[in-house]
């Protein structure tokens, strides 16, 4: 176990209302405004900025000290309508922050004395104080406040399947579109950045970029014909944007894991599979046998590979299934998030003889990761840019997937779902191994 | 698009006769400004820091997003390239963070031995009351090294006054060293922060005079120099809205005078070269040493520079940056290049930086405070700026709208400032401007 410190030393996690920030970005002409300092959203805007390489606009009531005293009503108004002017936007996304949540500020009291005025959007709000939970916690609870807030149970709708987009790159997220093409089943990820922060370069000025839920999509989600979830640890969440649907308005749906890896592709599939009553496509068929192919290939490399996972929870125990299936060991499984669910969710999806050594460090930092090292030393990092510096000083090559990756060109395009994501992050693994072993090992390996 | 009315002050042109340009007010609520706040002021003026922990008294956003996000190098201990924070609980928003704050200043004084330690407090530590002075005094007296608080609070200003409250900080530091061994020859830097070595650069050149740079406040920087700071001779003030107010404190308390220069382009260069000299008139082997390293430096550059400007002559640039001081200094360095400015603006510059870019820029050169993406894309559009300078806020908005960019803020990798500086700006400057990539969209 991990002993317990008064002082984080390098964080592994980011605070909550970058995670709202991130899903209000995935909805169509949606603009987020932080409810706080004005450093908040800068920040945010930087840090995302760093990762994704898009301009990304988050605004801030910008709370003065006399705000703090008195309350932030006429900054929140203001900000309302100021981005009203500027943005035109869909929706406003307001998340709270530590100062608002603090202050106890009641949104829902301003938003009544703006109620009626006519050009408007409608306002989404999420309460995101950071010192409750991380990045991960505040979106999917952003997630789940789009739905709650915006649905509409008499909007009719095809029979759509909604998919709740888990925390992955913009390409990952066109890769579950193209799933869902691939088996002709109308659906909308939920949220979906995958054009807002992944675009083109633009002919005009776009103060909203193109792409995102259609903010008609979650009007018409209690019409939705089914929804999936995915993600072990979200699974155990009591309340999400999937049981808000399901206990407010009865539509059905589905928990999953990530699809990552072959298994747990198996099971999304599947699942495609059994609800548009096809058979899972030649191609992606194709795609499992070159993965399975790969992964005999390869076995020898990673096999016994002593790793080390950390990031958001969900990612964690994605890639720790993987790594089982790949004959390698998880050996260190750390996150800063503090569910409570990891270890359990762990525990149901690893197979047992691939987490023998297993230690999982939650609601952890890098110096708590840092100092399981010293006695249980790894070959393999994975897990984002953050991890760079502790991986250079233990010689140990660092595999960059995640949230952030800031140190390395194309984060906002790695990719890891379905059976072509695992085969790409299986080469990258094998041949950061190679490239290790190569560098440092007086054994030629100019054949592996 | 529409400028936001409470911004129309905000904005203006270099040439004409008009009210002097509205600066130094709060961001106007929901303007998407590109400024942080008062701990991201502190924060940077602070960060360089090397020998002393940065600790984060709050929620761990603040401290997350300042984690090693600076080029700011040292030569020895890197201690401000981790993150400290008290990671702040509800639990601890209920009942207080004092003891949290006790046992993590503990803790890291215990596990890093530094020379110091800088607790900035952040929004909610202002709520919640906990007395942070109380606590650092208590651990300094324990730890037998100086503990300062930080007062940062998000919301109490802008970034400016984060600046005063680090400068605060420092001041305390300052004066609490022995200076018996300083050479009558001598100067502190202010508001260098050793991005990419500037600060190394600089220091060469003033040993090349015979100058001895008793601080740099605060790149590369020690506890034991900055407390030594007030043997200098002389403050050169570059970051002026970083530092002013503590070379005025200084000036004051230790009769310390101050001269305000830019490191950037050529003749700001030789400018806090000579002005130095000036100073030291008394010894005028300081003046013939500038006269000479000078000299030396411009017929290397000159002919690069020529070469640059018959490649980049025409193109237009908008620059916007954190200090209005800097963005004078940048214009007529793009100037050499054949880049005339047609936007220009900053974060916080102040009335008299504002005053002298309404001076310096051509005619009709639009001329921004605190402004946002949404002004800034409609300007560079309305007046076809080929390049912008700023920073990584800035730069996938000039990329998505076309525009070359060079990073001028603290992120930077390459050192811009000095004479090679110079250099290594006409060469990024071309790389991005001259890069056939533009000409595929």
């Not at chain 1, 605004?59 to 309508?81: D, K, M």
């Not at chain 1, 995102?212 to 989600?221: D, E, M, Q, Y």
Request: overall charge negative; hydrophobic content about 40%.
């Amino acid at each position: 176990m991990k002993e317990h410190y008064a002082a984080s030393t390098n964080p592994c996690k980011l605070c909550t209302p970058l995670g709202a920030a991130l899903a209000f970005h995935g909805v169509e002409g949606a603009v987020c405004l932080l409810h706080g300092s004005q450093g908040c959203s800068t920040y945010i805007r930087r840090y995302l900025i760093s990762h994704f390489k898009e301009p990304l606009d988050v605004a801030s009531t910008n709370f003065s000290e006399h705000s703090a005293v008195f309350g932030g009503r006429q900054n929140f108004l203001e900000a309302l309508r100021n981005l009203n002017q500027q943005y035109q936007p869909s929706v406003i996304g307001v998340a709270t922050t530590c100062l608002a949540e603090t202050m106890g500020e009641d949104l829902s009291l301003y938003l009544h004395e703006v109620k009626g005025e006519e050009d408007l959007p409608p306002v989404v709000t999420v309460s995101t104080a950071a010192y409750r939970g991380t990045h991960a916690d505040g979106f999917h609870g952003a997630v789940q406040a789009l739905v709650a807030q915006l649905a509409q149970p008499s909007t009719p709708c095809g029979p759509r399947v909604l998919v709740f987009s888990p925390l992955v790159s913009p390409a990952d997220l066109r890769a579950l579109q193209g799933w869902l093409a691939a088996f002709d089943l109308p659906g909308s990820l939920i949220p979906d950045w995958s054009e807002t922060l992944d675009g083109g370069p633009w002919k005009d000025y776009t103060p909203l970029p193109p792409g995102g839920t259609p903010v008609s999509v979650l009007r018409s989600a209690p019409a939705a014909r089914c929804w999936i979830e995915l993600g072990r640890v979200l699974a155990g969440a009591e309340t999400t944007a999937g049981t808000v649907l399901r206990d407010r308005h009865g539509v059905a749906g589905h928990r999953l894991g990530w699809p990552l890896g072959v298994r747990e592709s198996d099971r999304w599939f599947a699942l495609l599979s059994e609800l548009s009553d096809r058979a899972v496509p030649e191609n992606l068929q194709a795609s499992r046998a070159r993965l399975l192919d790969a992964l005999v290939d390869s076995h020898k490399v990673v096999s016994g590979l002593r790793v080390a996972v950390f990031g958001e929870e969900d990612l964690v125990v994605a890639l720790s299934v993987f790594l089982a299936e790949m004959g390698a060991r998880v050996v260190t499984a750390a996150s800063g998030g503090a569910t409570g669910r990891l270890r359990s969710a762990l525990e149901s999806a690893v197979s047992s003889g691939a987490r023998e050594d297993l230690e999982v460090l939650d609601d952890s930092d890098f110096f708590d990761l840092e100092s399981t090292l010293v006695h249980r030393p790894v070959d393999l990092f994975l897990g984002s840019s953050k991890g760079f510096k502790l991986a250079k000083a233990q010689n140990v090559p660092l595999v960059r997937v995640g949230f952030p990756i800031h140190d390395r060109f194309g984060g906002a395009r790695i990719r890891l779902l379905g059976y072509d994501g695992a085969l790409a992050l299986l080469d990258s693994i094998v041949n950061a191994v190679l490239e290790h072993r190569q560098s440092t090992q007086a054994v030629g390996y100019t054949y592996y | 698009m529409d400028i936001l009315r409470e911004r129309t002050s905000h904005v203006g042109r270099a040439g004409e006769v008009a009210p002097i340009l509205a600066c130094g007010q709060a961001s106007v609520a929901g303007s998407v400004s590109q400024r942080a706040c008062v701990f991201c002021g502190s924060r940077v003026v602070l960060y360089p820091v090397a020998d002393a922990v940065h600790l984060v008294h709050g929620p761990i956003g603040c401290a997350a997003y300042t984690w090693d996000i600076r080029g700011a190098l040292s030569s020895g201990p890197e201690l401000h390239r981790l993150s400290f924070s008290t990671d702040l609980r509800e639990v601890d928003v209920i009942h207080g963070g004092e003891s949290k704050l006790a046992q993590a200043l503990d803790e890291l004084i215990r596990r890093y031995r530094p020379q110091g330690a800088f607790v900035y407090s952040t929004c909610i530590v202002g709520l919640i009351g906990d007395d942070v002075e109380a606590v650092c005094r208590r651990a300094s007296a324990q730890h037998g090294i100086p503990v300062l608080p930080v007062h940062s609070e998000g919301f109490k200003g802008t970034k400016k006054d984060g600046y005063a409250a680090a400068c605060h900080a420092l001041m305390k530091l300052i004066g609490t060293g022995n200076v018996a061994d300083v050479s009558p020859l001598s100067i502190n830097i202010l508001g260098e922060f050793n991005l990419a070595g500037e600060a190394w650069i600089l220091k060469e050149y003033y040993r090349r005079l015979g100058i001895e740079v008793v601080s740099v406040l605060t790149g590369d920087g020690r506890v034991d120099e900055i407390r030594r700071a007030h043997g200098a001779r002389l403050n050169l003030v570059q970051c002026s809205g970083s530092m002013t107010a503590l070379a005025r404190q200084m000036e004051a308390e230790y009769g310390i005078p101050y001269r305000r220069v830019s490191f950037f382009g050529l003749e700001d260069v030789a400018q806090a070269l000579y002005q130095v000299a000036a100073f030291f008139a008394d010894s005028p082997s300081v003046l013939a040493a500038a006269q000479t390293l000078v000299k030396a430096e411009l017929d290397d550059l000159l002919p690069l520079l020529a070469a640059s400007k018959r490649r980049l002559a025409g193109k237009k640039a908008a620059v916007y940056v954190g200090g209005g001081f800097k963005a004078i200094s940048l214009i007529k360095a793009l100037r050499h290049l054949g880049i005339q400015t047609v936007v220009v603006g900053s974060q916080t510059g102040g009335p008299e930086d504002y005053e002298t870019l309404r001076q310096v820029a051509d005619p009709g050169t639009v001329l921004l405070d605190d402004s946002n993406p949404v002004e800034l894309a409609r300007f560079c559009r309305e007046t076809g700026a080929d390049l912008f300078l700023g920073g990584v806020k800035e730069r996938p908005l000039a990329y998505k709208l076309g525009m070359a960019f060079v990073d001028h803020n603290h992120e930077r990798k390459v050192p811009l400032a000095g004479f090679v500086g110079m250099a290594n700006f006409a060469r990024e400057v071309e790389e991005s401007v001259l890069s056939p990539v533009w000409s595929l969209r």
